[in-house]
């Protein structure tokens, strides 16, 4: 079973950048798929982006395509968001998830295993 822990949240202001990582621990983090969601308050959870394993391919949910890049460092057991040109509206809790698989997909019940999240504020 695979473990993971985001890190990289904070408050930045409209229009500023930042960078999550999700260290995964356990099972080979190379034989799974992973990807980003995020939950605003009082919002369903929603899909930000996802990545083979290997990295040659990646999905992008609409609200965050051209701002966002999701990518992994297999050797480094690390997945990543960067994140750009930040809106008020990216304020959220974000979730790094992954599943054993080889299929990218949208759905999170799909993904098996959940960090417990990093905030991410940004002001107007």
């Known amino acids: 079973q695979v473990q993971l822990v985001e890190s990289g949240g904070g408050l930045v202001q409209a229009g500023e950048s930042l960078r999550l990582s999700c260290a995964a621990s356990g099972r080979a983090f190379s034989s799974t798929v992973m990807a980003w969601f995020r939950q605003a308050p009082g919002k369903e959870r929603e899909f930000v982006a996802c990545?083979?394993?290997?990295?040659?391919?990646?999905l992008y949910g609409d609200s965050v395509k051209g701002r966002f890049t999701i990518s992994r460092d297999n050797a480094k057991n690390t997945g990543y968001l960067q994140m750009n040109t930040l809106k008020p509206e990216d304020t959220a809790i974000y979730y790094c998830a992954t599943r054993v698989s080889s299929i990218l997909t949208i759905t999170p019940p799909l993904y098996d295993t959940w960090g417990k999240g990093t905030l991410v504020t940004v002001s107007s």
């Open positions: 990545i083979s394993r290997d990295g040659d391919r990646t």
